[in-house]
């Protein structure tokens, strides 16, 4: 939320007036007014575009999570990596229900009707599914690369992903905590109270932004990238010695090392088509945040 804020609304006699604050504090301040401003408050202006938005995104993330929790649930046999689509799907639904819910409710009322202690939390929360359905992803990589760098030495079970997963969510919870601090429920001078994130000086916007973003986005992205190319260099060695092997010791020759090449090719395509599907997603997914 920058720490400048202009704010236009509609006055009594019908004329646009807007709100700019040159300097940000963490109560309740007035903003000296600015001429010529197009547009009301955020909250205020296209209601109606935002609003048909924001149910289209709740509904899709909603069906769409529920559809996968049933089908991991209907699952026999559950694996590891069915354990975390599990916990990704979960983080999902939540973020559909805490942050996009609470921002439907939000624009529908205009102004933040809840105690700032509510604004506050919903804050909070909001920031720790940022983070969770990031270290989720993480947490798989560092599953997969175990599973199949270090199989020898991989815990058994689902005992190395709920300790992954407990790490991703305590780390979601602490790097968030800041959030408790920077947002407050204000009341500006136009008479709107909003849950804003206030500072007692510009400069501290940009420092704040910056960390958050190699704490959410490029951090997590360059572990995901290093992860997943020493993985499908792993399968590529591993696979080539098995192509050596079966030549070695098929005793059809020719027929039995071309069936097995052919195998072991998909194998390795699979394999890299899955890792670049996961780097491209988190990409995709942090740009859309």
Same mark, same amino acid.
């Given at each position: 939320? *920058?720490?400048?804020?202009?704010e236009?609304? /509609? *006055?009594?006699n019908g &004329?646009v007036?807007?709100?700019?604050s040159?300097?940000?504090?963490?109560?309740?301040t &007035?903003? /000296?007014?600015v001429?010529e401003?197009?547009?009301? =408050?955020?909250?205020?202006?296209?209601k109606?575009?935002?609003l048909?938005?924001l149910?289209? #995104?709740?509904?899709?993330?909603i @069906?769409?999570?529920?559809i996968v %929790?049933?089908? &991991?649930?209907?699952?026999?046999?559950?694996?590891?990596?069915?354990?975390?689509v599990?916990q %990704?799907?979960v983080t999902? =639904?939540?973020t559909?229900?805490v942050?996009?819910l609470?921002?439907?409710i939000w624009?529908?009322?205009g102004?933040?009707?809840a +105690?700032?202690?509510?604004?506050r939390?919903?804050?909070?929360?909001?920031?720790?599914?940022l983070?969770?359905?990031?270290y989720?992803?993480?947490s #798989?990589s560092i599953?997969?690369?175990h599973?199949?760098?270090y /199989?020898m030495?991989? %815990?058994?079970?689902e005992?190395?992903?709920?300790?992954?997963? @407990?790490?991703?969510?305590s #780390?979601?919870f602490?790097f968030?905590? +800041? &959030?408790l601090?920077?947002?407050?429920?204000?009341? %500006?001078?136009?008479g709107?109270?909003q849950?804003?994130?206030?500072? /007692?000086d510009?400069?501290y916007w940009? +420092?704040y932004?910056?960390?958050v973003a190699f704490?959410?986005?490029f951090? +997590? #992205?360059a572990?995901?990238s @290093?992860?997943y190319?020493?993985?499908?260099?792993?399968?590529?060695?591993?696979?080539?010695d098995?192509?050596?092997?079966?030549i070695?010791?098929c005793s059809?020759?020719?027929?039995c090392?071309s069936?097995?090449?052919?195998l072991?090719s998909?194998?390795?395509i699979?394999a890299?088509?899955? =890792?670049?599907?996961?780097i491209?997603?988190?990409?995709?997914?942090e740009?859309?945040?």
């Open positions: 939320m *920058p720490a400048n804020l202009t236009g609304f /509609p *006055p009594s &004329t007036q807007t709100l700019d040159p300097t940000a504090i963490c109560f309740p &007035t903003f /000296p007014e001429e401003e197009k547009w009301g =408050s955020f909250y205020y202006s296209l109606t575009e935002q048909i938005t149910w289209v #995104l709740f509904v899709v993330t @069906v769409g999570n529920a %929790l049933f089908s &991991t649930w209907r699952r026999k046999r559950k694996s590891r990596m069915t354990f975390f599990t %990704l799907a999902d =639904s939540f559909g229900l942050n996009i609470t921002d439907i624009r529908f009322t102004d933040f009707l +105690p700032d202690l509510v604004c939390v919903v804050r909070y929360l909001q920031v720790v599914l983070y969770a359905s990031t989720v992803l993480v #798989l599953d997969r690369y599973a199949i760098v /199989p030495n991989f %815990l058994q079970g005992k190395q992903a709920k300790i992954l997963t @407990v790490a991703a969510w #780390l979601s602490l968030s905590i +800041p &959030t601090i920077i947002f407050g429920k204000r009341k %500006l001078s136009n709107e109270v849950c804003w994130a206030l500072w /007692p510009d400069s940009t +420092p932004m910056t960390i704490l959410v986005y951090i +997590p #992205l572990i995901i @290093v992860i190319a020493i993985v499908i260099r792993t399968i590529w060695m591993k696979s080539k098995h192509d050596e092997s079966v070695s010791n059809d020759g020719k027929l090392t069936y097995n090449r052919g072991i998909k194998a390795k699979k890299i088509k899955y =890792s670049m599907v996961i491209l997603g988190e990409n995709e997914k740009r859309g945040k």
